[in-house]
């Protein structure tokens, strides 16, 4: 006898969302009556607002990805946060938004992503590390961390470091990858000497036009014929003054586990780009065809396709600046307050890509008015910036915060994941935080 499995709330939602509305609640149209008090029962407290609530919209107590779960897995490592584990292998952890409620992002709060296997820790000193720059150079270099430290002028910038698929787990039908909610993002004190200075050196030939990059992690099969990620940029990104070999973090060493002793870090683009434990950067008269570059990999179509179509991406371009995306840091998501509460103090980061962030809005009641936030100016180009505000709440009950950023092009962020694609690249909808009060 085959038995039917029983479908999970967001699985009615996502496939007929009227349909799930009407299941759930007894819902058909304006939430009311039965349906409206079978809801409340199910969060936990009246819905102030209930009058705005669109239509097919699971609350987003039950909808946000992660959070959602009643016990998502746990990423442990010495020295960092409980964050969530979206992979063991490769190791991959995410940072639950309310921990990035710094300017500077702590080591601790520092999500981790792998592609391959992570090397043995060095035993020896980490100036004698080796990178070469070959290529499409005048002067192939072979240089020891030592003599970058002692050859180029250092910098110190804060930069944001976003991974491609942040916001996948947004996406209807799901795609493939971590299923990464917002906190696939950091904004770390980088210090290292800029790309270009090392490029100079080299000197670039007349047809330098794309770099490719090579680290130390093998690859996740063991196999050591294969790289475990190897992607590459366009030579004017490699030129950028943020564009840095990064040898320290926040004043101290880059740890093991961000990519040490020497890593990239290419700022507002995926941060696949940021190749750890770099040993090698080639400079070519052509795109890179390394591990993660063509087909569908860090690559979103040009025109929509059909959402779960099948498509090899043979008319996907790269990924390039990142989109404007916005995250909540002062209150968790499915955070219980006082009795009483009648206003929330808010505040979070925004940024996006190699633009800056125009504005940050709010709304409680499902998106029928918004509020704007101060928005702070980046501390440097290419840094996060920090978004404050206050709004009111009219009773006890069950809220929603809506935050939503726009950036200094004048593009805000959808209410719904845009563009998808088979690996799930560039989903930036606004997002909902879940507030009981009472």
């Given amino acids: 006898m085959v038995q039917k499995r029983e479908r999970s709330i967001q699985e009615l939602y996502r496939d007929d969302p009227e349909r799930a509305d009407a299941l759930a609640w007894g819902r058909r149209g304006m939430l009311k009556g039965a349906a409206l008090a079978s809801m409340g029962a199910a969060l936990g407290g009246s819905i102030p607002f209930a009058r705005h609530m669109p239509g097919g919209l699971l609350p987003a107590l039950f909808a946000r ?20 584990l979206q992979g063991d292998r490769p190791l991959v952890g995410e940072t639950p938004e309310h921990m990035l409620d710094e300017a500077v992002t702590s080591y601790r709060y520092f999500f981790v992503r792998n592609n391959g296997q992570i090397p043995e820790p060095l035993t020896t000193d980490p100036n004698a590390w080796r990178l070469t720059i ?134 507002g683009w995926p941060g696949s780009l940021s190749q750890k434990w770099l040993t090698r950067i080639t400079i070519l008269d052509k795109p890179h065809t390394g591990a993660g570059m063509g087909g569908t990999s860090y690559r979103i179509p040009v025109r929509p396709i059909v959402p779960g179509s099948n498509n090899n991406g043979a008319d996907f371009v790269d990924m390039t600046s990142m989109p404007v995306r916005s995250i909540l840091s002062s209150h968790a998501h499915g955070s219980r307050l006082a009795a009483g509460t009648r206003s929330l103090d808010l505040r979070g980061a925004a940024w996006a890509g190699d633009l800056s962030v125009r504005a940050v809005d709010v709304s409680v009641d499902f998106g029928a008015s918004w509020t704007a936030m101060q928005v702070a100016a980046p501390a440097n ?38 563009n998808w694609n088979p690996q799930g690249y560039g989903a930036n909808p606004i997002s909902r935080a879940a507030i009981l009060v009472g």
């Avoid at 990805?65 to 969530?84: C, D, H, N, T, Y």
């Fill in 134 to 267: 070959d290529g499409e150079v005048n002067t192939p270099l072979t240089l020891t961390l030592g003599e970058l430290r002692s050859r180029f002028p250092s910098v110190t910038r804060q930069l944001q470091m976003e991974c491609g698929g942040n916001g996948r787990a947004f996406f209807t039908p799901q795609t493939r990858g971590n299923q990464w909610g917002n906190g696939a993002i950091s904004n770390g004190e980088w210090t290292g000497v800029r790309l270009r200075d090392v490029l100079a050196a080299a000197g670039l030939k007349p047809g330098a036009a794309f770099t490719g990059h090579f680290g130390a992690d093998p690859h996740l099969s063991g196999a050591t014929d294969r790289q475990a990620i190897s992607r590459g940029m366009p030579i004017a990104k490699a030129m950028d003054e943020d564009t840095i070999i990064a040898f320290a973090l926040n004043g101290q060493p880059v740890p093991h586990i961000h990519g040490a002793p020497v890593r990239l870090i290419v700022p």
């Fill in 381 to 418: 180009r290419h840094a996060w910036q920090r978004w404050q505000g206050r709004v009111a709440l009219p009773s006890d009950g069950y809220f929603e915060v809506w935050y939503r950023a726009t950036d200094s092009a004048g593009k805000m962020q959808p209410f719904a994941a845009a």
């Fill in 65 to 84: 990805p992660a959070a959602a779960q009643s016990a998502p897995a746990v990423f442990r490592m010495e020295g960092k946060a409980e964050l969530i």
